[in-house]
T-cell receptor, first 116, second 115 residues
Framework: DAGVTQSPTHLIKTRGQQVTLRCSPISGHKSVSWYQQVLGQGPQFIFQYYEKEERGRGNFPDRFSARQFPNYSSELNVNALLLGDSALYLC???????????????FGQGTRLTVV | AQKITQTQPGMFVQEKEAVTLDCTYDTSDPSYGLFWYKQPSSGEMIFLIYQGSYDQQNATEGRYSLNFQKARKSANLVISASQLGDSAMYFC????????????FGAGTILRVKS
């Protein structure tokens, strides 16, 4: 089975532009979470979606939005890009939507966004 | 508020030796899960090991073991018989009941294995 796939792998955008990142979860996984990892730091939680509904949101501005499609794939949108949005954006999929013991999240390889 | 602290920015270890990566956590919730992930330069987060707050025994997965000291709120990762391929960034993370699948990560420790 394919793992979590993210596209594109790299992209460069200009300040003020908008960007859309895509994620396909592992087959059968209905939960997708998004994380931002700035260079030199640990990942920070942005969103979780389950069954097309938002189930959690981190401390990010409204410029960040996401959605999940009927096939459980997901998009992360960032509007009015700032230099500080430059980061690795990671997508994680899971078979459950809430805390259960020993339910690991499987991560994709990420999208490396550079804002210039 | 929940927090993960990894105090070692970088560690060196000789090939075939054991190394301990430190992790302390802060939460008032009695039910939580602790995870360790490995992140090579490619960027993907690779799950290594899990410890539940109610688990009586320390978790082990092959060469990885977790030294869980609940009273001290520490969850150190021990890698035995280090290999060159173990060189990577290592993150400790926590998930809490009632917060869905949200993981709270530490700042990470970069491990370099010397031959």
């Amino acid at each position: 089975d394919a793992g979590v796939t993210q596209s594109p792998t790299h992209l460069i955008k200009t300040r003020g532009q908008q960007v859309t990142l895509r994620c396909s979860p592992i087959s059968g996984h209905k939960s997708v979470s998004w994380y931002q990892q700035v260079l030199g730091q640990g990942p920070q939680f942005i969103f979780q979606y389950y069954e097309k509904e938002e189930r959690g949101r981190g401390n990010f501005p409204d410029r960040f939005s996401a959605r999940q499609f009927p096939n459980y794939s997901s998009e992360l949108n960032v509007n009015a890009l700032l230099l500080g949005d430059s980061a690795l954006y990671l997508c994680a999929s899971s078979s459950v939507h809430t805390y259960t013991e020993n339910t690991e999240a499987f991560f994709g390889q990420g999208t490396r966004l550079t804002v210039v | 508020a929940q927090k993960i602290t990894q105090t070692q920015p970088g560690m060196f270890v000789q090939e075939k030796e054991a190394v301990t990566l430190d992790c302390t956590y802060d939460t008032s919730d009695p039910s939580y899960g602790l995870f360790w992930y490995k992140q090579p330069s490619s960027g993907e987060m690779i799950f290594l090991i899990y410890q539940g707050s109610y688990d009586q025994q320390n978790a082990t997965e092959g060469r990885y073991s977790l030294n869980f000291q609940k009273a001290r709120k520490s969850a150190n990762l021990v890698i035995s018989a280090s290999q060159l391929g173990d060189s990577a960034m290592y993150f400790c993370a926590m998930r809490l009941r009632g917060q869905g699948n949200k993981l709270v990560f530490g700042a990470g420790t970069i491990l370099r294995v010397k031959s």
